[in-house]
T-cell receptor, first 114, second 114 residues
Framework: AQSVTQLDSHVSVSEGTPVLLRCNYS??????LFWYVQHPNKGLQLLLK??????LVKGINGFEAEFKKSETSFHLTKPSAHMSDAAEYFC????????????FGTGTRLKVLA | GAGVSQTPSNKVTEKGKYVELRCDPI?????LYWYRQSLGQGPEFLIY????????DSGLPNDRFFAVRPEGSVSTLKIQRTERGDSAVYLC????????????FGPGTRLTVL
């Protein structure tokens, strides 16, 4: 069965400092992995996705993530946090056959301090 | 182009009542998914349509929940005899239906059962 674990429910960083949001996955198949962001009262927006091409994936708004099969991880990073990055972030795994339904982590709430 | 739309945005009902939630996917998307997001949790899969048929309904919690997509476009999620535990945000997503492609999410319907 597929699953994702987001290791931190809350992360606080100062504006201008690096962001690291951690995600570990479990999958019996070759996974596709995604990061979505959810701003308050807004819909889920795709940040980036990994689908077995390059292991370092660049997304929108300066975010990137690296797929590490040996560590079963897909951590999200950004070199310099901006106030507008404050939101809930979800790591998602989907299997590459069948229904392609998403399995979400429990989310990490990112707080950016001025 | 237009994204995924969901109506109503908010629905308040009384315990025991019947509700319908509507989803308009992105035009041309054959895959349609419903998810449920409870407070403080990540979204959980309910049902997947490929075209008109429900290809995977394994996430529906019980037989009070039902969904249709009669013409392969608009979908309706139906909940009978609502219970307070059904209170959540119901999310709809659509995709091209080709492999583990990106799912595009609507803004959700917030259902409150009193």
């Amino acid at each position: 069965a597929q699953s994702v674990t987001q290791l931190d429910s809350h992360v606080s960083v100062s504006e201008g400092t690096p962001v690291l949001l951690r995600c570990n996955y479990s999958s019996s198949y070759s996974p596709s992995l995604f990061w979505y962001v959810q701003h308050p009262n807004k819909g889920l927006q795709l940040l980036l996705k990994y689908t077995s091409a390059a292991t370092l994936v660049k997304g929108i708004n300066g975010f990137e993530a690296e797929f590490k099969k040996s560590e079963t991880s897909f951590h999200l990073t950004k070199p310099s946090a901006h106030m507008s990055d404050a939101a809930e972030y979800f790591c998602v795994v989907t299997i590459t056959s069948g229904t392609y339904k998403y399995i979400f982590g429990t989310g990490t709430r990112l707080k950016v301090l001025a | 182009g237009a994204g995924v739309s969901q109506t109503p945005s908010n629905k308040v009902t009384e315990k025991g009542k019947y509700v319908e939630l509507r989803c308009d996917p992105i035009s041309g998307h054959t895959a349609l998914y419903w998810y449920r997001q409870s407070l403080g949790q990540g979204p959980e899969f309910l049902i997947y349509f490929q075209g008109t048929g429900a290809a995977d309904d394994s996430g529906l919690p019980n037989d009070r929940f039902f969904a249709v997509r009669p013409e392969g476009s608009v979908s309706t999620l139906k909940i009978q005899r609502t219970e307070r535990g059904d209170s959540a945000v119901y999310l709809c997503a659509s995709g091209s239906g080709t492999g583990a492609d990106t799912q595009y999410f609507g803004p959700g319907t917030r259902l409150t059962v009193l």
